[in-house]
């Protein structure tokens, strides 16, 4: 007898769709990094020369540098590099809405186990409180920053991996 049910089909082989906002994202960002970074503000170009720096002590994975230049390309860069590029926003479900909430913007970026993530969520941290301090008052910049972060997980174990976010923590920090 004969299985047609996986005919063509390799077992070992999974299907690989390519996602053409990642794709577009990822081209645009390298643009816009090759030209400089335009509408970045000074204190972001600083941060990104900075955690590229010599010398540095701990190198940043590709994955994390990656990942910050991503959402900040999203948030600063000149409109241009962004033509084309549309994130949907986070919709709530309908009694949601009813009850008052409103369709927000979301960032992601897909990590996996042990390539940094804290590290990144550290760095856009210090990159929106940073610019949010430095914009004074500047209302069309400010709006893009917040000098908040809310940090949600999902149990006691990766709550206590997280506390090298509290800045309280002096050496022991990110920060």
């Not at 089909?9 to 794709?23: A, F, P, R, T, W």
């Not at 600063?76 to 926003?89: N, S």
């Not at 009850?99 to 990144?120: E, I, N, P, Q």
Request: some cysteine; overall charge neutral.
């Amino acid at each position: 007898s004969h299985d047609t049910a996986h005919e063509g089909l390799d077992e070992d082989v999974g299907y690989q769709i390519e996602l053409l906002l990642v794709s577009r994202i990822r081209e645009r960002l390298a643009q816009w990094l090759q030209a400089g970074c335009p509408g970045a503000s000074k204190l972001t170009l600083e941060l990104l020369a900075y955690w590229q720096r010599e010398g540095r002590e701990k190198r940043l994975f590709f994955a994390q540098l990656e990942a910050a230049q991503t959402v900040i390309f999203l948030t600063e860069a000149r409109q241009d590099f962004l033509h084309g590029i549309h994130v949907p926003l986070d919709e709530p479900s309908d009694k949601q809405k009813a009850d008052g909430a409103k369709a927000f913007l979301r960032y992601a970026c897909k990590m996996a186990t042990g390539s940094g993530k804290t590290t990144v969520m550290g760095m856009l941290a210090a990159w929106s409180i940073l610019n949010k301090v430095a914009g004074g008052k500047d209302k069309s910049r400010a709006r893009l920053f917040s000098d908040t972060v809310v940090v949600v997980c999902p149990n006691v174990t990766i709550r206590n991996r997280l506390a090298e976010l509290d800045p309280a923590l002096g050496e022991a920090s990110l920060y």
